[in-house]
């Protein structure tokens, strides 16, 4: 058997190889916020269209993403938030957790081992 680690520290350890770059290079832009941004809409239909969901919105950073993420699963004041103890959003981020969530975190050691 094979040990490997599963690394899920921050989806920021990943890095756009070559052919992606160069896509990003060539997409078509305009502004996002005004619904003027002809790549994120087509993402954002895919994405509906994935889902069978009606409407989508554009998150552009994991900051984004867990502050929403946050504050819609915590309803009430001083919820616990789990996270490994080396997260990025506890690390990098923890005023999300206390002043955007009114929550607090819990970290854990969440090392996961894997065998194949």
Excluded: W
């Excluded at 809409?41 to 895919?46: D, S």
């Amino acid at each position: 058997m094979r040990k490997f680690k599963i690394d899920l520290f921050s989806d920021t350890n990943t890095n756009p190889a070559l052919g992606m770059r160069h896509t990003m290079c060539r997409a078509a832009v305009g502004n996002e916020v005004t619904g003027e941004d002809p790549t994120v809409n087509t993402l954002l239909e895919k994405v509906c269209a994935l889902l069978d969901k009606e409407a989508a919105a554009f998150l552009p950073s994991s900051t984004m993403c867990n502050g929403i993420a946050f504050r819609v699963l915590c309803q009430r004041p001083g919820d616990f938030i789990i996270l490994d103890q080396t997260a990025h959003p506890l690390r990098q981020s923890a005023g999300l957790i206390a002043g955007l969530a009114q929550a607090q975190s819990y970290p854990i050691n969440g090392i996961v081992s894997v065998y194949l």
